[in-house]
């Protein structure tokens, strides 16, 4: 989309650093050369119309070339058992609403599941969902990427006890509050996680927020007796202000470091996590970080590694 609009501005990470992340564990961590790669698209659209599932898999085809062996559409239904004990890297780069459907299919693998199992963002919203997690084998890990690891509860504790993290710390205050969110997350003795997107939405709003207070800031002192024209504040002018902010050392969002060059619209080195639940139905544990790539806090080089 930043190709097709001069005023586009992305808070998460493009699809192509998804797919770095992925073959850096891949590579890393699990040892493992060879991928098979299934997907699934929006209800009644192609994998052309299918934006983010396209373009997914498009840079998957790049990054990996020969080394997917297998690249199928999956569709309900379908069964996987040739997937049974497979020891590579077997990634599901679909929509999260057949996800479940997807680990039920892996049910009939029985004592023999597929050594590593990866899923896309996407899959997050069925993570989050306790119903449709209660139905996937027990005896299958399942390690998702993640936009917003910087954004759990944990971490966002650890940030308000060190007492040197204002952004995180302010979010955290926020969402524990009584009437913002229903319910509020992150109490102490609370199970109620933050949830992906909410964190990004957030971080998102303040950004767009710093760029029109400060315009409108300068517009007020280079004439205060002037009149009040909310007109002045226009879209060309805020994402310009975006970028002028941005040119330093970036804004520090809660989710991670948003950085832009001033030719895209899409963030450099973002943050991105893959994240771990080593038995799907159990809900009560927390997914664990094992892996992740591009920028927490400060710029400068954004190696990948394990959490």
């Not at 509020?184 to 939405?201: D, K, T």
């Given at each position: 989309m930043d190709a097709n609009s001069r005023l586009y501005l992305q808070i998460s990470a493009p699809n192509k650093d998804q797919v770095k992340l992925v073959d850096a564990y891949a590579k890393q961590v699990l040892k493992v050369n060879e991928a098979h790669v299934f997907y699934t698209t929006l209800e009644g659209s192609s994998l052309t119309e299918d934006l983010y599932v396209g373009t997914l898999v498009d840079g998957l085809r790049q990054q990996f070339g020969p080394r997917i062996t297998r690249l199928d559409e999956w569709r309900t239904g379908q069964r996987l058992t040739d997937e049974c004990g497979y020891p590579g890297l077997l990634f599901y780069a679909g929509r999260w609403s057949e996800f479940d459907g997807f680990l039920r299919a892996l049910r009939e693998c029985g004592g023999n599941p597929p050594r590593?199992?990866?899923?896309?963002?996407?899959?997050?919203?069925?993570?989050?969902?306790?119903?449709?997690?209660?139905?996937?084998?027990?005896n299958l890990p399942v390690t998702y990427v993640s936009k917003a690891s910087l954004a759990t509860c944990a971490v966002l504790r650890a940030a308000q006890d060190?007492?040197?993290?204002?952004?995180?710390?302010?979010?955290?205050?926020?969402?524990?509050?009584?009437?913002?969110?229903?319910?509020?997350?992150?109490?102490?003795?609370?199970?109620?996680?933050?949830?992906?997107?909410?964190?990004?939405?957030?971080?998102?709003?303040?950004?767009?927020?710093?760029?029109v207070e400060s315009l409108a800031a300068r517009l007020h002192h280079a004439d205060p007796r002037q009149r009040w024209e909310p007109d002045s504040v226009n879209p060309v002018g805020v994402h310009a202000e975006v970028l002028r902010q941005n040119a330093g050392q970036g804004y520090p969002g809660v989710a991670g470091l948003i950085r832009f060059t001033p030719d895209s619209g899409e963030p450099v080195d973002k943050r991105l996590a893959l994240m771990r639940v080593e038995q799907v139905p159990d809900v009560a544990r927390a997914p664990v970080e094992v892996f992740h790539c591009g920028a927490a806090d400060a710029a400068g080089p954004a190696a990948c590694g394990p959490a």
């Open positions: 590593h199992l990866v899923a896309d963002d996407s899959a997050n919203r069925c993570m989050a969902n306790p119903g449709l997690r209660a139905a996937a084998p027990g060190r007492r040197d993290d204002d952004a995180r710390a302010s979010f955290l205050s926020w969402i524990q509050a009584d009437d913002l969110l229903d319910p509020p997350r992150c109490r102490p003795g609370s199970e109620e996680q933050v949830g992906e997107r909410v964190s990004l939405a957030y971080d998102a709003s303040m950004m767009l927020v710093r760029a």
